[in-house]
T-cell receptor, first 116, second 108 residues
Framework: ETGVTQSPTHLIKTRGQQVTLRCSSQ?????VSWYQQALGQGPQFIFQ???????GRGNFPPRFSGLQFPNYSSELNVNALELDDSALYLC???????????????FGPGTRLTVL | AQRVTQPEKLLSVFKGAPVELKCNYS??????LFWYVQYSRQRLQLLLR??SRESIKGFTADLNKGETSFHLKKPFAQEEDSAMYYC??????????FGTGTSLTVIP
């Protein structure tokens, strides 16, 4: 078991651009959640995908979107980047069903996005 | 609104002393609560969750619904406990809320 991986590790973009971040979940984990972690803050929930459909969403605008694929990989897309989007983006995979309240989330190492 | 508050950003204790990391939440229902930990240069990982009633690495956490708290405790702190600790909450399992974290330093 290799664990959750994310790519790229670091990324620099300019305001107004679009970005795609990638996550590879652990095999068999049907649920993936994405988080934004600004410096000095806790992770903020962006959304969750279960079996390739959005299953829950936090307080983020529609320019934050995602995809989940059958091979346990997923993407976070952010359009029209703003300076405040600069943060560490974490994905976390969970074994089991959509409402996995009681299941452990396995986090990736994160992608550090800087928007200039 | 569902919020998780960790009032202490930084906490230092001496090795062998008791440690308590505070977590308060605002939610009127019956949420599920967790503690996650991030050791230096490692990724965020689950420490314990309320439903399991486990004691992990000597840590325990009691849910106090009256005070809406889920404080993390350990009777004797060890140097390897130095880390960033996050309290987290979910109601449905498809939306999670994390606190801002407490950085614990155990002084040898």
């Amino acid at each position: 078991e290799t664990g959750v991986t994310q790519s790229p590790t670091h990324l620099i973009k300019t305001r107004g651009q679009q970005v795609t971040l990638r996550c590879s979940s652990q095999s068999g984990h049907n649920t993936v959640s994405w988080y934004q972690q600004a410096l000095g803050q806790g992770p903020q929930f962006i959304f969750q995908y279960y079996r390739e459909e959005e299953n829950g969403r936090g307080n983020f605008p529609p320019r934050f979107s995602g995809l989940q694929f059958p091979n346990y990989s997923s993407e976070l897309n952010v359009n029209a980047l703003e300076l405040d989007d600069s943060a560490l983006y974490l994905c976390a995979s969970t074994p089991g069903g959509g409402r996995a309240s009681y299941n452990e989330q396995f986090f990736g190492p994160g992608t550090r996005l800087t928007v200039l | 609104a569902q919020r998780v508050t960790q009032p202490e950003k930084l906490l230092s204790v001496f090795k062998g002393a008791p440690v308590e990391l505070k977590c308060n939440y605002s939610y009127s229902g019956s949420p599920e609560l967790f503690w996650y930990v991030q050791y230096s240069r490692q990724r965020l990982q689950l420490l314990l969750r309320h439903i399991s009633r486990e004691s992990i690495k000597g840590f325990t956490a009691d849910l106090n619904k009256g005070e809406t708290s889920f404080h993390l405790k350990k009777p004797f702190a060890q140097e390897e406990d130095s880390a960033m600790y996050y309290c987290a909450l979910t109601r449905t399992g498809n939306q999670f809320y994390f606190g801002t974290g407490t950085s614990l330093t155990v002084i040898p």
